[in-house]
Nanobody
Framework: QVQLVQSGGGLVQAGGSLRLSCAAS????????IGWFRQAPGKEREFVEAITWSGIRVYYTDSVKGRFTISRDNAKNTVYLQMESLKPDDTAIYYC?????????????????WGQGTQVTVSS
């Protein structure tokens, strides 16, 4: 079993930056990838970006390309999501999730363990 604990987030003005952290513990040797998702009020959970434990980044959401950067520190078993040039549309609860197996996925149902979620609010 993998446990994920998130930190970071908060309130920021448009154009500002935030960094989210996702610390993994437990059976980290079973992790193939860590993904970040977000869910805005009234919307479905949306895939943002993922990284394999070996460091390969996987993009999906065009709206965050060039603004968000995922990275990982294996020594700390921690994955980060650096968010720059934030927009009000980025306002959501952000979740990290761990996936085992041998491939990445953009679907929440394919992830086994989830962090507790952290609120990101971008004011205009």
């Amino acid at each position: 079993q993998v446990q994920l604990v998130q930190s970071g987030g908060g309130l920021v003005q448009a154009g500002g930056s935030l960094r989210l952290s996702c610390a993994a513990s437990g059976r980290t040797d079973s992790i193939y990838a860590i993904g970040w998702f977000r869910q805005a009020p009234g919307k479905e959970r949306e895939f943002v970006e993922a990284i394999t434990w070996s460091g390969i980044r996987v993009y999906y959401t065009d709206s965050v390309k060039g603004r968000f950067t995922i990275s990982r520190d294996n020594a700390k078993n921690t994955v980060y999501l650096q968010m720059e040039s934030l927009k009000p549309d980025d306002t959501a609860i952000y979740y990290c999730a761990a996936r085992g197996g041998w491939s990445t996925s953009v679907f929440p149902r394919d992830y086994d363990s989830w962090g507790q979620g952290t609120q990101v609010t971008v004011s205009s």
